[in-house]
């Protein structure tokens, strides 16, 4: 193929130019993205057959390959995520299994293999730069986890595996998607009681989306958590609740979009996948190339944590029992839970979500995360006018001293057919030749009417958090692909840089760059600042054993033979019979709508949350005792963690930026669980 014209006629071909994204559509996805996988079959064949590899005949001649289809792809997995619609999906579909056949070929690639061995027994081998020599050691890890080595029809059955798991990902979320988007209930003005004006105007504007007048309820975040927060009608509260923890399930409204069947296929190939490498489990599979070094290790911490936060949780609990009982619900339920905590926190620190929303106008907020970026790291950041995918995107660029660094663009709101939850993805990997490119998306309540979006201080978080994750792929120093950036990066610390730039949403100096009320303009009160920060650890016990739950459950059900749905289900009941001071009525069905393990890269690692909060929390109190905004100790995290990427090993770039290993006593401290 004439690579030169498809990229200078074809928009999903991006080289020196940001993507068109006006001229993106779902009819070029299918040729073009069979055109690359041919053009690099061919080149990888040559690649494979060279007899004396070296650094620029063989890794760097792969990375150029798929640099150029990892872009594609990525504008493909971006657009369907943001503005799903049956082309779009269709295509995305059409190209998955084509994708996945692909990738496991190169890791199956037997000559591949043999010439980076080859590479890696060299006298070239120690000449090469830490990054490079890196990324060949993880190379000849991922091989063997490819199944290079199993004989011929097993490496076919592992491939064949790989495709179904990719498809069933897809349609995994597609459900989920789809039962969130069915479901909608109009309301009548006695069932919006107690809802304030802001989110009267978010459901009256959803009402306006489907055609109809009046409010309706939908099970999107921005508007679930509307109903459930502030819905004085209780009976209103239980049928969204059960709506939203039914969704794709066999118990939701027609069963339509059930993922049971495809969560127990999903841990049946995982757990087949693993005994073809010769693993006991996909739960030690999936540890390998991360930090933690076996399962026990990891089921050990979240059970000593779980010891540490249950006490704290059952005297959450009990006070929330108590206080739900002034309000005349003597038996509190699930759907209570969200309503009575929002009302206690209101009474016990004065703290009302919709007063101190109207301290954090998004624009604001968004100008404050820049400055505090700014100042940590040394860097400028600028907004820029260039083609995007919907209205309410906006395109930044990152620069030092004057020269461009990395850019990223920024969806923050919520619509309709945007795939719901947060995220930082791959727009454009940093090289040697390319600078790096971010996608940031979020869920947040959008505007209504003329007036901006105000966050709650929990979506203040999600933006820190995300923006974390990006700072970690855009300010890589490393030229190297495999390990710049997230990439390479063990997955139980890649959730340090997100997790760390939380703290600073509760700094009262850093708060003081992103809030400014509404209507007056007054920055955030000292009483209201005092009552936000002596609410930090409003019930952290419930909060840490909820995210423990999860994390048990996923690394339950990884580390046995497979389950049915019912099985599944039994799995749940019984780490919550453990850990839970709370359990959900029977008909409650989490795990259907669990993405992050059955459609995202958190199976047997939802844990990484966890682990990398002790990671963060550590790395924040070098902050504590040198100043927040201590431009040395910015610049230190920035050279020793987030410039150096995956080019060497996480436990050894924290240790460098804090002098010592990781301490859980931070955490603790941080949790309000120290005494616990």
């Known amino acids: 193929m004439n690579n030169l014209d498809i990229r200078m006629t074809n928009p999903l071909l991006t080289q020196q130019q940001l993507p068109a994204f006006s001229q993106i559509t779902p009819e070029l996805v299918v040729p073009t993205i069979e055109q690359l996988l041919t053009h690099n079959r061919e080149k990888i064949a040559a690649i494979a057959d060279q007899q004396q590899p070296t650094w620029q005949s063989l890794p760097a001649q792969l990375e150029e390959l798929d640099d150029t289809l990892s872009k594609a792809w990525s504008l493909v997995s971006h657009l369907n995520a943001v503005t799903n619609s049956p082309a779009w999906r269709d295509a995305y579909n059409q190209c998955l299994a084509k994708i996945s056949a692909y990738y496991t070929e190169i890791g199956q690639n037997s000559k591949l293999y043999q010439s980076y061995q080859q590479l890696a027994d060299s006298a070239d081998f120690e000449q090469l730069s830490t990054a490079q020599q890196q990324t060949i050691k993880n190379a000849l890890r991922d091989f063997k986890l490819s199944g290079v080595a199993l004989a011929d029809d097993r490496k076919q059955r592992f491939a064949d595996i790989e495709e179904r798991l990719s498809?069933?990902?897809?349609?995994?979320?597609?459900?989920?998607?789809?039962?969130?988007?069915?479901?909608?209930?109009?309301?009548?003005?006695?069932?919006?009681?107690?809802?304030?004006?802001?989110?009267?105007?978010?459901?009256?504007?959803?009402?306006?989306?489907?055609?109809?007048?009046?409010?309706v309820a939908t099970l999107d975040i921005p508007a679930y958590l509307a109903v459930m927060t502030y819905a004085n009608d209780r009976a209103l509260r239980q049928e969204v609740y059960t709506a939203y923890v039914t969704r794709a399930s066999e118990l939701s409204a027609d069963g339509k979009f059930d993922n049971s069947a495809f969560m127990a296929e999903i841990l049946?190939?995982?757990?087949?996948?693993?005994?073809?490498?010769?693993?006991?489990?996909?739960?030690?599979l999936s540890l390998v190339p991360k930090m933690a070094s076996s399962v026990d290790v990891v089921m050990q911490f979240l059970q000593e944590l779980a010891q540490r936060a249950k006490p704290a949780a059952q005297q959450d609990l009990a006070e929330l029992r108590e206080f739900a009982a002034t309000l005349g619900i003597n038996d509190l339920q699930p759907w209570d839970t969200s309503y009575v905590s929002e009302k206690l926190k209101q009474q016990k620190h004065n703290l009302s979500q919709e007063v101190l929303r109207a301290y954090f106008p998004a624009p604001m907020v968004i100008d404050g995360l820049f400055k505090i970026a700014e100042r940590l790291y040394g860097v400028d950041i600028r907004a820029q006018q260039v083609d995007v995918w919907a209205e309410d995107v906006t395109y930044y660029t990152i620069s030092e001293q004057g020269k461009t660094i990395a850019s990223f663009y920024l969806d923050p709101y919520a619509r309709a057919n945007k795939r719901g939850g947060a995220w930082m993805s791959n727009c454009q990997s940093r090289r040697a030749t390319q600078l790096p490119i971010a996608f940031l998306t979020c869920n947040f309540n959008p505007p209504v009417g003329d007036k901006p979006a105000l966050l709650t201080h929990d979506e203040v978080i999600t933006l820190f958090h995300e923006f974390g994750h990006g700072l970690h792929h855009m300010l890589t120093e490393v030229d190297v692909t495999a390990v710049g950036g997230i990439h390479g990066v063990a997955w139980d610390a890649v959730e340090l840089p997100s997790q760390f730039m939380e703290h600073w949403c509760w700094e009262e100096q850093a708060l003081a760059l992103m809030t400014q009320h509404i209507e007056t303009g007054e920055a955030l009160p000292k009483a209201l600042l005092d009552n936000l920060l002596a609410a930090k650890n409003f019930q952290s016990g419930l909060q840490t054993l909820r995210q423990l739950e999860f994390a048990l459950f996923d690394l339950s059900i990884h580390s046995q033979a497979p389950l049915t749905a019912q099985g599944i289900q039994d799995t749940l009941n019984a780490v919550r019979n453990e850990v839970s001071v709370m359990p959900p009525p029977a008909f409650n069905r989490f795990q259907h709508s669990f993405s992050h393990i059955f459609a995202g890269g958190y199976a047997a690692g939802y844990y990484s949350y966890k682990w990398a909060e002790v990671l963060s929390s550590d790395a924040f109190s070098r902050f504590e005792q040198e100043g927040i905004f201590n431009r040395e100790t910015g610049l230190s995290f920035r050279q020793n963690v987030l410039a150096k990427g995956g080019s060497q090993p996480a436990l050894a770039l924290f240790v460098a930026f804090r002098g010592r290993e990781p301490s859980i006593d931070a955490l603790l401290r941080h949790s309000g669980l120290e005494k616990a």
């Open 167 to 215: 498809a069933l990902s897809a349609k995994f979320a597609d459900n989920l998607l789809d039962a969130t988007q069915a479901w909608h209930k109009p309301l009548t003005d006695a069932e919006l009681q107690g809802l304030p004006e802001a989110h009267q105007g978010l459901l009256a504007q959803l009402a306006q989306q489907r055609g109809l007048t009046g409010h």
């Open 268 to 284: 049946s190939l995982r757990y087949e996948q693993a005994q073809l490498l010769g693993y006991d489990n996909y739960a030690q």
